[in-house]
């Protein structure tokens, strides 16, 4: 099930489709690429933000410049063009279809993540047969497709599961940067992609919300056992929430599927209810108590640590919700973009016996 980039992403000149939504919630995939690839991006496509850069607008990519149109976005000359945007239900918009057609005219490759395949619209199909462009729809998942053999990770290699108490609260995020910082530190680990911007970044993964349900595990249990292999750590991008009605699924399947070591909870202090709902998110010594009974059948898996998203505070008031989230659940507890990772990974590793 395992999905490979057709074409290199990373050293390549990148043009980001915004689609009039860049913005941290709306545009992540863009949001992100510009976090870790800044250099590999050329510009930002949105007219509503047009003449601004991008570190103006979301604190991140620097000077990258926003353009108003894309004949100005092809004008920067980019190699591939990424779609940036989450549209509600991951639809192909005309607009953005319109982006897409005039990129592939101009023989760019594109990587889109949406739940509308753009391989599937017949006219962006043959122009790309015309023109040489590639297509990498992200979320596209391929056979063969198996159920969880309840093993987990077999390669010798520990893992550890990003879960979280909301979907959108960082989990991505939180993964790359514990690498980074793992592997900064001399331990041999590696990272698994199991949503579209992850993907776009280790240009590898599963789209685990494009697998059939049954199937989850199954994918969860192939991803950790090809980033396991080599290395002596891998840890696991998270997706949605087990108390979420729209995504607790997915969240159980890879619970199930990678049967981590050790989990790490990731929760945005600005949120107390769930996403687009009115549901109360629950408390966190309550949602570290569920994760770990429901390991509990298959093996002891605990909850080490706690990062927190306090991007919405000042440095103050962020500081004070790290000291009181870690007396609330008596776990190391950080914001590892804003303060660093050191906690958190000390917990880890320490856990993992890998220090």
Known sequence: MLSTAPFPIKGRKALLLAN?????????????????????????????????????????????????????????????????????????????????????????????????????????????????????????????????????????ARTALLVGTDCNVGKMTVTVELCNAATARGVNAAWAATGQTGMVLRERGICVDRVISDFVGGAAEELVNVEGAGSDLVIVEGQGAIVHPGYAGVTLGLMYGVMPDCMIMAHNVERDKLKRLDTPIRPLAELIDMHERLMRPFKTSRVVAVTLNTSSLGEGPARAAIESTQRETGLPTADVVRFGCGPILDALLEHLNLK
Do not use: N
């Not at 100005?72 to 953005?96: F, H, N, R, S």
């Open 20 to 156: 009039r939504s860049f913005s941290p919630t709306w545009a992540k995939t863009a949001v992100c690429f510009l976090m870790y690839r800044p250099e590999d991006a050329v510009g930002v496509l949105d007219a509503e933000l047009a003449g601004r850069t991008a570190g103006d607008v979301v604190g991140f990519g620097g000077g990258v410049p926003i353009v108003g149109s894309i004949g100005e976005g092809l004008a920067l000359d980019p190699q591939v063009a990424i779609v940036g945007t989450a549209p509600m239900g991951g639809m192909l918009e005309e607009g953005l279809r319109g982006e897409i057609l005039a990129c592939v005219e101009a023989g760019v490759d594109v990587v889109s993540g949406l739940h509308a395949f753009i391989e599937d619209d017949a006219e962006i199909r043959t122009e790309a047969a015309r023109s040489g462009a590639l297509l990498w729809d992200v979320r596209r998942v391929h056979g063969p497709f198996r159920v969880s053999k309840g093993e987990g990770c077999t390669t010798g």
